[in-house]
DNA sequence: GTGGTCTAGACCACA
DNA sequence: GTGGTCTAGACCACG
């Protein structure tokens, strides 16, 4: 069965984060599971009429962050799930996404509790509706 | 006074825009007001030891967005608050502002719950306790 | 087929804008439609041997517009027609460029009947003869 | 009597443009008729709050387009009507007014037919509804 | 002094 | 190959 990736060439977010961030989405969803294989980076560049490169990129930013594994010769593995960033540097990471989204927002004329309203609705979305594989 | 910028050179995030977002906090802050005046181009070029076209840049975006403007020979000034985007548009802002801030946080197993919980808390800070100047 | 660009360097009006409002006209004569590749930024300030940084600044301006978007690797295209100015913002526009238009014009000693007389002609032409590419 | 010029230092627009185009519009409406005296280019200064190099720059202007003729040690006054320019020299500089303007203003979604209504609105009043002298 | 335009060229990210 | 960022420095317009 062939993942079903959903890539805009194209849109202002590069295509090799677009397959990263579904693969994120999926693990985190659970609908890719521990030992699962994933596509090869030719048949998946194929499927996607993408470059090859592209494909290689977002399972090599995948594996440096250990959510996957690629064992040479065999394929490319989801991993044991484990968190490779110490507490504090989570929330290191957490604290600036969230300075930054607000830095885009802020001019924007929408009030916080609006803006908060969406942003829960959004996440939980975006943590259910994870798109079909 | 100086504004005391925090720029951190070599970050994902170009310099350009974290001037960029600096001022734009500060004017959502109220930290700047209408009609202040900013640091001249080379002024705040040499202050943070970057290319006067650096700040040139961040400058120019801001006045394009109508938050300052410049009068040749004079400098930079805060500008009278006015919204130029339509109503699609800044919701359009803020989706993609949304979907940015979930692609770089999901994968930190923070609960969706707890993520909302401190956005609040961030964004009520951020509109009260204005970084100093 | 390369566009036919009339850059006049040297003239009161920057060249990156004389870029921009040509790509402008031709977008909203539909001479450029939705998907249509630009030419490379390079490519382009070869053409009209100016520097690519002036050509990139024109596309960087059209692109904060939403006329254009570009795609890394892969070049600048068309986007979809959107609005991104609220109402007010739209009509500020227009009157500052008809203030402008009338203090160009005012000491041509043309009677006001026959300025607008030749406006609606050019304005109907603009719309239909867009000028070739 | 001083005249009343309405100058907002700061726009887009430079002081010095502002004050010839203030004082090309009393004389094409008739508010200044050949003969009149302006103020020196000290005493405008003051009554502005400028600097006379900005005066004297607009003045210089308006003396080259034979509008304004100074007399040294006397002042400067307002010239015998004439026009220095060709027939068509002033149609090439209607046409290009023309060019730019619908070049600013095509993309903003708002009908030709409303365009020229407002033209013509703007038009009349700004031939008519001189800023008071 | 101010900001704005343009050139020249380096280096990086993306495909 | 594409566009994006940044530097360095020249020249002009404005006051």
Sequence with gaps: MSLRFDITPGSPQP???QIEGQIRRWIATGTLKEGDQLPS???????????????????????A????????????FI???RQIYSEEERLRRLSCAMKRFFDETAFLD????EILRRLEEAGTDYFTHSPKP
């Design 15 to 17: 295509i090799y984060e």
């Design 41 to 63: 980076v030719r048949a998946l560049a194929e499927q996607l009429t993408v470059n090859p490169n592209t494909v290689a990129r977002a399972y090599s930013e995948l594996t």
């Design 65 to 76: 962050e250990g959510l996957v594994a690629s064992h040479a010769g065999r394929g490319v």
């Design 79 to 81: 991993a044991a799930r």
């Design 110 to 113: 929408i009030p916080l509790a």
